[in-house]
Nanobody, 125 residues
């Protein structure tokens, strides 16, 4: 059983930065595609970023590209999301997710097998 625990959320002013971290236990972390998703009130959960097994390839949703950076440390079993130039529209609960059997899709919620409990990010204007 894989468990994911996020940390690092909080309240920040527009233009500020936050770094989210996700710690994994169980399973073979280095074999997982890891992703970050977010869900704002009244909206569906949406893809933010994903990273492949070795960390050599990353993917980003259009609204965050150039502002967010995903990275992983397979030795520590962690995946981070550095968020810069934050905007009020980035306000959401952010979730870490693991895809254990890569299907070829990295941005679909249903392709991920394990999820963290989420961490709140609030950006004030």
């Amino acid at each position: 059983q894989v468990q994911l625990v996020e940390s690092g959320g909080g309240l920040v002013q527009a233009g500020g930065s936050l770094r989210l971290s996700c710690a994994a236990s169980g399973g073979v972390f280095r074999r997982f595609i890891m992703g970050w998703f977010r869900q704002a009130p009244g909206k569906e959960r949406e893809f933010v970023a994903a990273i492949t097994w070795s960390g050599s390839v990353t993917y980003y949703a259009g609204p965050v590209e150039g502002r967010f950076t995903i990275s992983r440390d397979n030795a520590k079993k962690t995946v981070d999301l550095q968020m810069n130039s934050l905007r009020p529209e980035d306000t959401a609960v952010y979730y870490c997710a693991a895809q254990t059997d890569y299907s070829g899709n990295y941005n679909q919620v249903h392709e991920y097998d394990y999820w963290g409990q989420g961490t709140q990010v609030t950006v004030s204007s």
